[in-house]
C-alpha cells in the first residue's frame, strides 16, 4: 500500500511508524491514562485496515485523523490531547520549511501530485522544474501575504479553489481571444524587433507562431487565433505566384495564357498553404513556452467569419489542409503517427456546411473523419450561439472559457485598447481577455448543509460572499499593472496598443474583460439535496435553481462594480481528486455523493450514468445557457473511424440543439509492441490505477503514448488518480 507525504511524494505504508508516534504521546501520560503495547497496536492494525478500504491513496494528514478517532474510540482522552499536541508541534516545525520541502521533492522527481497535475507537463523536464518551482514560491507568498486567510482556508479545506495561485504573485491574468488580424495587417513587435506586414501566407503563420509562443509566456491559460485572420494572406501569395509563373514563362519564350498562368500559381498557392499549415502544427507542438509546455493554443475555424467570395474560399482552403494535417497525426519518437494535444481544433457548424448539399458540406464530412480518428475538432453550433450571445458567434478562450457579450461597443466606451483594426459600427472579441478563476465546491455546501434546503442556500450565500472576495483579490491584483510587463500583448497589439508605462487598468472594467465564477458537482450536489440525478425530473429543477442563483449572484456582482462576472463551467483536471479528498475527510464516504476519487466537472451527467449521446446533449443544453462564462458538453464514443455518417448525425444533431460539444474517441499506441487502439485501466497490486498495453501487458508509461480527452483539451503525460477513475469509469452513450 502507498501513501501520500506532505510534500506531495509517494511513499510505502509503514506501520511502525504509527506505533512510535502512539508511543511517543503515551510516553507523556501518567498511569491510568496510558494505553498498554497491545492496544497501541491493535489501533495502528485498525489504521491500516482502514487505509486499504480506502479508494485513494491515502495522505498522512488523513492517518493521523484515523489514529486520533482510535485513541478517542477507546476513551483515553488524555491520550488523545497529547497525541493532538505532539500533531501542532510537528505542524509548526514543518511550517517553517514547507516551501523547500516541496522544492526539493519536485527537483527529485519525487512528487507524485505534482507528476499528475497537468496532463500536458512533464515534470522530469528542467524547464518544467523551473516553472513548479517558481510557482511553489508563489503560492508561498500568496498564501502567507497576498490573499486574507479565509481565502487561503476555504482553498486548503477544499470549500472553494483559487485557481493558479502560483502565478498570482505576478501580475498574469488568465486566458484571451488574440487579435491576430491588428498584429498581421498592421504590424507588430516581438522580442524588440519590428515585425511588418507579412507579404506571404506562410510568411502570416510563421510571424503567428513566433507570436503564439511569446503571448504563452505572458499569460498563464489558453489563447485562440482564428484562421479567417490568415486567410487574406493566400490572394497576396496568389498574386505574388501569378507574377512570378508569367515571368518564368515569358524568360522560358512560353506564350501561355492567363488561365494557364492562373492554374500554375494557383498549384504553387496549395503548396504554400499545406507549407504554412504545417508551420503551425510542427511549431505549436514543439515550441517550449517559459511555464514548460507547448502553448496551450485554440485554432478557430469559422467560415462565416471572411467576407463572402475568394476569402472566404480561402479560408476554406486553409480550413481542410488543417484538417487532412491532423488526420494523418504527428509522429512520435518512434516514427508512428500519433494523435498531438495541440493545436485545439474548433469547426463551427453553419448553414453553409451542416446539411448534405450545402456549399462546404464536403469540409464538415472532412472534420467529422478527423474527430474520429483525432478527437478534434470540437463544434460549436453559430445557430444556437447566436441564441445565447446577443447574435453573436466566436470562440472560446482555451477550452471552454467564453466572453461576455460585447456591451462596451454600443456604450460608446470607444477604443480603449487603441487596437488599428477598432471598427466602431461592430462588436468587438479580438483582443479581450480573462482576468482569473475561482470555483465554488457545490458538493461541499450540500454536504454541510446535511440535505436541509434552507440552510443549503444560507451557506451558499455565504460562500458566494467569499468567492466574491476572491475574485475581486484577483482583480484588484491586475490593477496597476503595466503595459510594459509584457509588451507582446499590451503594447504591441496582440491585446491592447497601449503606451510604454500605461497601466491596464481601463481593460479591466466595462465588459472589455471577464472574471470567472466557476462551480464543480452540479450531480453530486443534487444527488445529496434531494437523493435524486440531477437528470431526474426533481433533480432537474433544483440543479436549474441553483445555477440561476449562481447567474443572480454574477449579475449583482457585475451592476456594482461595472466588471464582468460570469459564470464558468469549471474544467477541473487536478482539482477533481483535491476535490473528492476533502469531502471525503470531513464528511465520510456518502454513496453517490463522496464515494469516489472525483467529483464531477460543472454540470455534467456524472461518468457513470446510462444515457444516450443525443438525450445527454439536449439535457446539458439547458445548463449550457446558464454557464455563460464557459461550457462544453461531451458524448463518450467507440471507435466510429468506420461510421463516418453517425458522426455527422451527431453534429447535425450539436448544430441544431446545443451551443458548444464534442466527441470523446480513444486513440492510443504502445511503443512496446505496436499495438494501436485503446490502452486500458488497471489496478496494480497496491491498489493504484494504471495504465496497461492490452495486447503486450506494458505499463511502462514513457513506453506508450496515451491521448485522453481530459476537460475540454487533450491530455497526453497522464493524471492524477482521481481523474485516472473518472476515465476509467465513463460508460459510452453511443
Known sequence: MKIIKRNGAEEVFVIDKIINAIRKANREVEGSDKLD???????????????????????????????????????????????????YRRALVRKSNSTDDQILSLIECDNEEVKQENSNKNPVVNSVQRDYMAGEVSKDITRRILLDEDIVQAHED????????DYYAQHMHNCCLVNLEDMLQNGTVISE?????????????????????????SQYGGQSISLAHLAPFVDISRQKFRKIVRDELTKAGIDADEDKVNEIAEMRVMEEIERGVQMIQYQVITLMTTNGQAPFVTVFMYLDEAPEGRTRDDLALITEEVLKQRIQGVKNEKGVWITPAFPKLIYVLEEDNVHPGSKYYELTKLAAKCTAKRMVPDYISEKIMKQLKNDDCYACMGCRSFLTPDRFTEAGIGNIANARNYDPNKRKYYGRFNQGVVTLNLVDI????????????????????????????????????????????????????????EPIDELLYHGYSTISLGYAGLCEMTRRMKGVSHTEPEGTEFALKVMQRLNDACKKWKEETDIDFSLYGTPLESTTYKFAKCLQKKYGIIPGVTDKNYITNSYHVHVTEEIDAFEKLKFESQFQ????????????????????DAVLTIMEYIYDNIMYAELNTKSDYCQVCGFTGQIQIVNDEDGKLVWECPNCGNRNQDMMNVARRTCGYIGTQFWNQGRTQEIQERVLHL
Open 37 to 87: 503495547e497491545a492496544t497501541i497496536k491493535e489501533i495502528a492494525l485498525q489504521v491500516e485496515k482502514d487505509c486499504l478500504a480506502m479508494s485513494h491513496a491515502p495522505g498522512v494528514e488523513e492517518i493521523q485523523d484515523m489514529v486520533e478517532n482510535q485513541i478517542m474510540q477507546r476513551q483515553a482522552f488524555k491520550l488523545a490531547r497529547t497525541y493532538i499536541t505532539y500533531r
Open 158 to 165: 477544499g470549500t472553494i479553489h483559487f485557481h493558479d495561485m
Open 193 to 217: 524587433t519590428m515585425i511588418e506586414k507579412p507579404h506571404s501566407f506562410s510568411t502570416a503563420c510563421n510571424i503567428a507562431t513566433q507570436s503564439i509562443a511569446q503571448i504563452a509566456s
Open 446 to 501: 450540500a454536504c454541510a448543509s446535511e440535505g436541509d434546503e434552507e440552510k443549503f442556500w444560507s451557506i451558499m450565500d455565504e460562500r458566494l460572499e467569499l468567492c466574491r472576495k476572491a475574485l475581486m483579490a484577483r482583480h484588484e491584483r491586475l490593477k496597476g499593472t503595466l503595459s510594459d510587463v509584457a509588451p507582446i500583448l499590451w503594447q504591441n497589439g496582440a491585446l491592447a496598443r497601449l503606451k510604454k508605462g
Open 625 to 644: 445557457a446558464l454557464s455563460p462564462g464557459g461550457a462544453i458538453s461531451y458524448v463518450e464514443v467507440p471507435n466510429m473511424e468506420d461510421n463516418i
